[in-house]
């Protein structure tokens, strides 16, 4: 019945409910969440006997002292910089582009939300070949403007920007999709209210469309920001398996990649991962910090 | 199937009650309303009829067997819901369907019963729409239909007819009854609405504060109301209340002396005020003025003051304006004396002879 | 006046903007059917004199992209359905069910979602290696057969079904199970479409996975296949975009009849944030 309090028996058959699900996300989540939290901390390890003979943090003091794991933490926050406010601001512009667009609308949403739904690894192929120095697209198009072919892929100064176009282009159409049901909420009757008291267009966009759109834009970012600091796939297909000319773009779960998959340094990977956690741990406080303040929902 | 609650008490946070104590039988058979204004227990006492509650303490018995344990499953009642709850997704047929096919009742079994359903409720020509596709009412009788499927012990109408306008509401009202009549399964109707209530039931329960306040045929809830609540809660126009003391000199040597002293509002309805002496049923003649009359409708109302109270008549038709200032009468059906506690000590058939 | 011409100005700049957009894919497309030396002509050729539709034939003979293809299809029907089962049953509890320990089992939950999943392949590496499932469906599956994500998505949904229509189904005597299955479920059809859509594009694009837990032909799939071609195939860009394009293509179609479910479901998933 329906105010019956929770009981042993209510338990024991919401238990069955959960139970698929338990089995699985403990076995592959909770508990590797514990375990690589650990791993991270073993000195000594033995893969094939999955035995530990030392714990301590010398796998942090080892990534603290590799110039390697620093560049992959630079890198990484240069893409996310890079990445992250352009993706935003474009994807905001065009969202209130396609916003006044009456005729065929669905269609240009449709081609603006494609990279979505394409694999990383296809199009990153894709670009690879649109980066070729000699028969690439990109440099086509510059050269219409008298630019010099540019060694995307193999000149260090220019691979991690080669990293970025692709991916700004790949995470437009996400965005673009939010900000458009962010437009879409915005309640009618505050357009009228302000234009009764007299608002015009553009006070209207600045002191109403922008406000309003404060959750999603603010949502948008820190979306942006937490997956960017995760780039991978695009990284590996773009340069075909290496982490770019001179390590260009050698990024943190890169580095971890690297460790883990080719050196089988586990307990490092694992610290690499617990620093890539922390620094999410850290954007998701400033986001609740943020928005408990400053978001008007 | 006969209902009895036995010192039922409902409490949803363990604190308040939100049904006091209640003790009550309903007949098998008869169509039942549950009357009250929000807030008062109709949809708990209800739902605790259903079994989609349990009560904190007390028994309820169908017939002479305890069910206060069972769910609403064993209890087989059939419910209609306010919004139809309709599921959206199943044609009418299989809406109506649904009860029997959760009984396993066999495919070809089920629709030749939802069909004779739909036939009693007049769908039987919206079979394989969607319930969104239909009207109000038409979703209403597909609920009505679906409830009766599986033969229920009990058929539960939970404020069924108050999402509906207001013509569609006195059609389908009249559809219940119909139905009820025909299927002769006991029925129990809540409603905030004394119109519904007084034209459908053969016995009403006024529920206020969690508690029964008068539990009777529509007519004697009217004219032999049990408290002040009940009276000014039946009837429209709402009965005049006026302090007793107003009425004591003209009431002096008429109503008994000890009565008189124990009043604290008398409680006269609209239509107990009368122009011209009846004779045998009238109580007292008094005096007043008439302040304003209207009419509108077969409806006309006369504003009067009397003793510096107001009262409001509804059969004062035609003596309007010439002469405000005039005698009229009091009748003995129609007019009461509440107590302090509101507890009715003088009026109603028992005591007007 | 001004006004017609910010509206051509508008358009101009949204068709520029979509056909930037288009282009890899134009470009890609293009050069899948062009000969060898076409594709590096200078200035590029847009459309090939003839269309190379060998090209597909041969990209699809010199790498084993159908074992892929089923590869893929196996690995995503599997994992988006026991996704599915899993979640769905689970969503209900959080929905309806009362038990003991409940909100505090969902925040925890709720911190999962904070966890990166780069984090997890490790450990899961470990464990599938012992139980011997490296290189097997069951690693390219299991994993993936819960997600909270789903689970709080429809857990929302089933909450916001009216309490109304579940009372009636107990009514009509139906036990949670089948209330869950025949009512609740169907009901919620477009929640389950949309979040099965984008379910099953991420597993079939799924990248970093996939590639660490496979290391033979016969279990890779497209997007591992497809990387792994690029060895093969060198400098030959048609053959390569031919390759890319057939990866593509499933979830390009999908998304064009399911455009509305997996925009809702964006909007729904992207906005609970």
């Known amino acids: 019945m329906l105010n019956e309090k929770a009981s042993f028996k209510s338990t024991a058959k919401a238990a069955l409910y959960l139970l698929p699900m338990l089995v699985i996300t403990i076995t592959f989540n909770i508990w590797p969440i514990i375990n690589s939290f650990l791993m991270s901390l073993y000195t000594k390890y033995d893969f094939y006997t999955d035995k530990v003979s030392g714990w301590g943090f010398d796998n942090f003091v080892y990534l603290w002292n590799d110039p390697d794991f620093h560049l992959a933490v630079r890198n990484t926050l240069v893409f996310v910089v890079g990445v992250v406010p352009i993706t935003v601001i474009l994807s905001l512009i065009i969202a209130l582009l396609l916003n006044q667009v009456k005729f065929i609308s669905g269609f240009f949403r449709t081609v603006y939300f494609l990279p979505f739904v394409t694999s990383t690894v296809a199009i990153a192929m894709v670009w690879n070949w649109m980066f070729h120095s000699n028969y690439g697209l990109v440099n086509y198009f510059l050269s219409w403007f008298g630019v010099h072919p540019i060694n995307w892929l193999t000149d260090p100064h220019y691979a991690l920007l080669a990293l970025i176009i692709m991916s700004i282009w790949k995470s437009l159409g996400f965005n673009i999709i939010l900000f458009l049901v962010g437009l879409n909420n915005i309640d009618h009757g505050y357009y009228e209210a302000a234009e009764i008291d007299g608002a015009n267009a553009r006070q209207r966009f600045w002191n109403i469309t922008i406000p309003m759109l404060s959750p999603i834009t603010f949502l948008v970012s820190v979306n942006g920001i937490i997956g960017s600091f995760k780039v991978f796939d695009e990284i590996f297909a773009l340069f075909q398996g290496t982490p770019g000319p001179g390590k260009a773009d050698l990024t943190i779960v890169y580095y971890l990649y690297q460790k883990f998959y080719t050196e089988y340094k586990y307990p490092i990977a694992a610290a690499s991962g617990v620093v890539l956690f922390f620094l999410i741990l850290l954007v998701t406080l400033v986001q609740l910090w943020y928005s408990r303040k400053h978001v008007h929902y | 199937m006969k209902v009895t609650f036995k010192d039922v008490t409902m409490s949803y946070d363990g604190k308040t009650d939100t049904l006091k104590d209640l003790n009550f039988t309903i007949p098998d058979g008869t169509l039942v309303s549950l009357l009250g204004p929000s807030g008062g227990g109709k949809t708990t006492t209800l739902n605790l009829i259903s079994g989609l509650l349990a009560p904190t303490a007390g028994q309820i018995f169908f017939g002479d067997t305890d069910m206060t344990k069972k769910d609403a499953l064993a209890r087989k009642v059939g419910m209609v819901f306010q919004n139809y709850s309709l599921y959206p997704h199943l044609s009418v047929l299989d809406n109506i369907a649904f009860p029997l096919k959760m009984a396993k009742v066999s495919k070809a079994e089920r629709h030749a019963k939802a069909k004779d359903l739909a036939k009693l409720v007049h769908v039987e020509d919206q079979l394989d729409k969607k319930p969104g596709a239909l009207s109000g009412g038409q979703q209403q009788r597909v609920a009505i239909a679906r409830a009766l499927a599986k033969s229920p012990s009990l058929l539960l109408l939970d404020e069924p007819l108050s999402n509906l306008d207001a013509r569609l509401r006195i059609e389908m009202r009249e559809e219940i009854r119909r139905i009820q009549r025909e299927t002769g399964v006991t029925t129990i109707f809540v409603t905030h609405d004394q119109d519904e209530a007084l034209h459908i039931s053969d016995n009403i329960m006024v529920l206020a504060n969690g508690s029964i306040q008068q539990f009777s045929s529509p007519q004697t809830l009217y004219d032999q109301p049990n408290n002040l609540f009940v009276a000014k809660f039946i009837g429209e126009p709402v009965i005049n209340t006026i302090p007793a003391q107003a009425l004591a000199a003209d009431l002096a040597g008429i109503v008994p002396e000890d009565i008189l002293k124990q009043a604290e509002t008398a409680g006269i309805r609209s239509e107990a005020l009368i122009p011209y002496d009846a004779g045998e049923n009238v109580l007292a003649k008094l005096h007043g003025k008439i302040t304003q009359s209207s009419k509108y409708g077969r409806e006309a109302t006369a504003n009067i003051t009397y003793n510096g109270e107001h009262l409001l008549s509804t059969e004062m038709a035609g003596v309007s304006g010439s002469q405000p200032e005039l005698d009229f009468y009091l009748t003995k059906s129609g007019f009461f004396l509440f107590d302090q506690s509101g507890a009715l000590i003088f009026g109603g058939e028992s005591h007007a002879e | ?273």
């Open chain 3, 1 to 273: 006046m001004a006004k017609k011409l910010s509206k051509v100005l508008l358009y101009l700049i949204v068709i520029l903007g979509a056909i930037t957009m288009l282009i890899p894919f134009l470009w890609m497309i293009s050069t899948s059917l062009k000969t060898a030396p076409e594709t590096i002509a200078v200035p590029p050729i847009w459309i090939p004199k003839s269309l190379q539709w060998g090209n597909y034939i041969k990209a699809w003979n010199e790498a084993p992209f159908g074992q892929y293809f089923i590869n893929s299809i196996i690995v995503t029907v599997v994992t988006t359905v026991g996704q599915l089962f899993t979640s769905i049953l689970a969503a209900f509890a959080f929905a309806r069910l009362k038990f003991y320990g409940k909100n505090i089992l969902f925040v925890i939950f709720l911190g999962t979602m904070m966890i990166p999943g780069e984090m997890l392949i490790i450990p899961n590496f470990v464990t599938l290696s012992h139980l011997g499932l490296i290189d097997h469906y069951g690693a390219l599956i299991l994993p993936w057969l819960a997600s909270f994500f789903t689970v709080f998505t429809l857990r929302q949904t089933f909450q916001s079904t009216p309490d109304q229509i579940y009372y009636a189904a107990k009514i009509d005597g139906a036990s949670d199970w089948k209330y869950l299955w025949q009512v609740l479920v169907p009901m919620s059809k477009s929640t389950i479409t949309a979040v099965t859509v984008l379910q099953v594009i991420g597993s079939w694009n799924a990248f970093m996975w996939p590639l660490i837990v496979t290391n033979s032909d016969k279990m890779r799939t497209l997007p591992v296949g497809l990387q792994a071609f690029t060895t093969d195939a060198g400098t030959q860009y048609q053959l390569l975009m031919a390759a890319s394009t057939f990866v593509i293509i499933p979830m390009v179609i999908l998304y064009i009849f399911l455009q509305k479910y997996i925009i809702a479901g964006i909007s729904k998933a992207g906005l609970k944030g």
